[in-house]
């Protein structure tokens, strides 16, 4: 039996598509909804560079330069958040699947397949937060979807608050339907899909926080 991914179908109706997925002998569509995925992730990284969010430096900057030459760094910044969400899109949707693929005997189709149903919650967090930034000037650390205003009052370190800054409502939503859809898929016990999903969430929660606490641009 033949299955077509149903993005939306995979994330909400999650309880019946998961015996869809696993009786399905063949995926069909994953690698252009993938893509099709993918550049969603630039298009909403762009949109929210557009914006200015992230782009606090360039506003210190503003009485310093030109205002064409601020133009022009505000271009470049548009077009790097543009990439970076590409990159971003990508990695999400492949890294999990790989990682998951090397600890089990699963098709790798049907795990990219499920990636697929979490990089939209990522998607989605990255658009409420736009709002959130305009109207309450509120910066990643302070998002009320994350654990890290919480960090800010227990710890100085901006290693440590920028890590639980990337541990949000959205992201433990993402690792529920992982886990989920996993642990129908594959007969290891519910324990070790746990520590699989958590293992690779932890990851990117750890890589995040350093690309957040290096600040590239200060560096540029």
């Known amino acids: ?93 492949f890294l999990p699947a790989l990682f998951f693929w090397t600890l089990s005997d699963l098709d790798l189709k049907k795990l990219v397949s499920v990636q697929l ?34 960090a800010q009052y227990l710890t100085g370190n901006d290693f440590l608050i920028y890590f639980f800054a990337s541990i949000t409502l959205f992201k433990i939503w993402a690792i529920f339907i992982e886990y989920k859809y996993l642990k129908m898929l594959t007969e290891k016990s519910p324990r070790i899909i746990l520590s699989m999903v958590l293992g690779i969430n932890l990851i990117i929660w750890i890589f995040a926080a350093l690309f957040s606490f290096i600040q590239f641009e200060k560096i540029l």
């Open 1 to 93: 039996m033949d299955n077509r991914v149903e993005v939306l179908r995979g994330l909400f109706q999650y309880p019946n598509y998961t015996y869809k997925l696993r009786d399905s002998e063949e995926v069909a569509g994953v690698w252009k909804k993938a893509t099709l995925l993918i550049l969603l992730s630039g298009l909403v990284f762009g949109f929210s560079a557009y914006f200015g969010i992230g782009s606090e430096y360039l506003s210190k900057k503003l009485t310093a330069i030109s205002r064409d030459e601020y133009e022009m760094h505000k271009l470049l910044f548009m077009g790097g958040q543009t990439l970076l969400g590409l990159v971003f899109g990508a990695v999400m949707i």
């Open 117 to 150: 149903f979490v990089l939209p919650i990522f998607l989605l967090e990255k658009l409420i937060v736009i709002p959130l930034a305009l109207l309450l000037g509120l910066t990643q650390v302070s998002s009320p979807f994350s654990l890290g205003i919480i």
